[in-house]
């Protein structure tokens, strides 16, 4: 005898693949409207946490400036003192990947949705505000924001080359 719930699960997990499947090979206007809803929910989730990390990094900010011989400056990540710089580097840089990666979720699930101008400057803001509060925690000289900035270019830059490829290649 068969299982019913066990064929209602399987029909689900098929069904939820194949949404997974859309998402990377597809338009998102082809996608299941609970799936594109879900995924809102979690890239806002992600842009909000990556956002909160960004402004305010683990270890905090220093209260104080010193000179010689623990040198660091008030206002400054205390994870970029002289003794972190990678650990920094590579928080900033992943950090960086996954905000900008669920903002270009976020902007892909609204296109051709009403208020979708006013998301794209309410997202343009929120990733300049994100740029001047990394740019003003970081150490001067310190951290190497041509990777930050290929790693917050990065998500666009791979879905626009997709994007060239899937319509150069169906023509």
């Not at 400054?76 to 972190?84: D, E, G, K, Y």
């Not at 905000?99 to 997202?123: D, G, K, P």
Request: a positive charge.
């Amino acid at each position: 005898m068969t299982n019913i719930n066990n064929l209602d699960d399987s029909n689900i997990f098929k069904s939820r693949l194949n949404c997974i499947k859309q998402w990377f090979f597809q338009d998102s206007k082809e996608l299941d409207p609970d799936f594109k809803n879900n995924m809102l929910v979690v890239a806002t989730l992600i842009v909000a946490v990556t956002f909160q990390t960004g402004i305010n990094p683990p270890g905090g900010a220093w209260q104080d400036t010193k000179s010689e011989p623990d040198r660091h400056e008030a206002g400054r990540a205390i994870l970029a003192s002289l003794h972190h710089h990678l650990p920094y580097n590579l928080f900033l840089i992943l950090n960086t990947l996954a905000f900008s990666m669920s903002t270009q979720i976020i902007l892909m699930l609204v296109y051709h949705r009403r208020l979708y101008f006013e998301v794209v400057v309410a997202t343009i803001s929120m990733v300049a505000t994100y740029g001047t509060a990394i740019w003003s925690l970081s150490p001067k000289n310190d951290v190497k924001f041509r990777y930050v900035c290929m790693a917050a270019l990065f998500p666009y830059l791979w879905r626009l080359s997709y994007q060239t490829f899937k319509t150069f290649i169906m023509n």
